[in-house]
Structure formats: C-alpha cells, structure tokens
C-alpha cells in the first residue's frame, strides 16, 4: 500500500518531544514525593513503563481466575428463561437454537413450560406459602450480601498488584453484579414480602466494607462467600432453584481467589499472625452467628438444622482462612471445639432431649452437582496452627 507521506517541522516536534520529557520529570518527581510523604501522590498502581499494574502481570493467576471465569460465565436468558433477562449474544442463540432442535417432544414441553409465566405456578405447586416465605427469607440474606459482594469486589481492585489479579477481581465485580440481579428476580418470583436486611447482616457486611486493604478478602471471599457457597449448596436441589447451582459454582472460584492471589503477594507475619489482626478477624465474624440463629425457624421449614448449618460453615471458613494465612485468635481445631461446645449448650436448653454431638462434622450441602464442586474446594489438605487438642462437647 502506498502512503503519501505528510512534510513536517523537525524543529518542532523536537521542541514538543522535549517540553513533554520535562513535564513528565517534574510531574512524576512531584507525585513520588507526595507518596513518600504519605500526602497524596499517584493514585493508579499502575506500571506505564511496562505497561501493566503493580506487582507485575502475574499471568497465572490471570489463567486461573479471568479465563476460567469467561469459559464459565454463564448468561441468566438460558439459566433462567422464565426471567426477563435477555444476555445472550446472536452467536449464542443461535447454538441455544441448534440445541433446541435436537431436544426430544417432552423436553421441549418442559422448556415452553419454563419460559413462561408458568414458573410462578409452578412455585406454587411445590411449595407452600410458609415455605415460599422461608426460601425468600434465607434467599435475600444472601441477596443482600451479593449487593455487597459487589461493592467490596470493586474496592478491592484498589488493592491487589499486578494485572493478572486486576483481571480475576474484575471477573468477581461482574459476578457479583449479576448475582444481585438475577438473585433479586428470583426471589422475586416468589410472589411474597422481601424482608429487610437484618441488624446481623448490617454489622456483618458494614464491617466488611469498612475493612482495610487484603482484609476484605477475609471478610467477603472467605467468609460471606463460603456462607453463600453454603446456602446454595442447601438449597439448590430444590424444584425452581437449580439456578442455585451456576450460583455455586461462581462462588467456589470466589473462595479459592484469596488463597491463590496470596501465593504469589504473600501476608507478613505481623499480617497473618498479628494480635490485633486476628482479634478483628474473630470480631468481623460473630454477627454470623446470631444471623444464623435468626433464621433457625426458617431453615427448619426447609428441612435444614441450623447448627448442622453453622458448624459445616465455620469449617469451611476455618479451612479456607488458615490456607490463606488469615489466622484467628486461636487455632482450628480449637476454636471449632469451643464454637461447638456452645452450639450443644444452646441445643441443650432449647431443645428437648438433646444429646451432645459434633455439628462440625455436618455437611448441609445435599446437591450432588454441588458436592462435587465442594469436594475439589475443600479436599487439599490445610496445615492447620499448631494447637492443644480441645475435647468435644
């Protein structure tokens, strides 16, 4: 191809080329110096000069999160048909077409079903007012906690390094976003009152949000995500929710984030094991418990123990915490034991002939599909602070 060339002034794009070598000293001299200072500065972690963030681009990560993230991102038009969502491309419909002409009559019957204004009715059918009112009640917790998720996601974007997990929070931040608004859709099909979120839930998510830096991922992935990883693991198995199990799947990428961002940009030891640290950990985690208890008849409703519930929780989160390196007060094992001690003395007074048990060792998650998820999650060893043995109650 030929190009008529255009004449220039050599002269002066020297000149601009040099006044811009200047600015570029005496504006990035300046901001160095604020950022020793501590007064300002540069607010972007970014590497112009290698054309990446902080940190570096950390491509593994990238691999592990970001493309896995895409290869699995599901659309709410297929998931959820009876939805007023409409996510997917025309590449996409047109293999959800291809895939339609190769299903049987009676498959195609119940996907006109599902399409349609049916799906209330069919709500209706499986489950009683009582129950529809349980399913929302637990449901919007967590939906309440998704709208969090987003925000904490987002924020955390600030403070992780290097591009490769740059690219896996933003895969979270637009998880979480439709999470909130699928989720929200969902419940709404119920066709009954949407509770508010709960004073628990409020100091719960508050306290997440106003963590500062890499604690958010204590707080939001390890945490409320593995209570949400377990709600769906609950109740995905339920007619009407198998959309609980995308849900699932999603979250178990979300818990495993801390764990492989923290390999590569590891805490110190004052971050890991610091006195103060581990007390903020335990107290950004106790509203979980009276939240758990203020759904126990809820639960229940839905053929679900609240303590077999809690202790499969607090398992999980103690797992995925000491593999981070986000250490409580006390190690595992023991602070299990004492949380299951007072699990019994609760059962004990309100439940009549109680007998004392190990609630950690339940498992609530009855979904097969879910299961597996879990087992890939949880089935790596964690090597566990060394701690005395503490009797079971």
Partial sequence: MQIAE???NPRAVTWNRRVEAV???VVRGKDRVLGRLGLGGRVADYDDEHYQFIGGANDEMRRK???KSLRLLWKAEAAAPW??????????????????LATSPAEQQVRARLTSAEFKAELDRHYTPRQKQAIVNVLSAIGHGEAYAWLVSASNLRDVRSSGAKAAVTMQVLEEAKHFVVMRELVGAFGVPVPRQSAWEYLLLEGVLAADGLEKFYGMNVLVETIALSIFGALAHLPGLEILRLFHLDESRHTALPMNYLKEFPLTQRQQRGFFARRRRLRMALPTLPLILLLEEDLAILGIDAFEFAGSVLRKVAHLSERAGFYLPRPAPEMLARFNGLFNLYCRLTRPGHLPRDFMDAETSK??????????????EVVVEAGPRVAQA
């Fill in 83 to 100: 939805s007023t969502f409409h996510d997917l491309g025309a590449a996409e419909q047109a293999l959800r077409e291809m895939a339609e």
């Fill in 6 to 8: 255009l004449p220039i």
């Fill in 65 to 67: 999160h970001y493309d």
């Fill in 23 to 25: 600015l570029n000293r």
């Fill in 367 to 380: 979904d097969r599909v879910v299961a597996r998820t879990e087992r890939e999650i949880f089935a790596s």
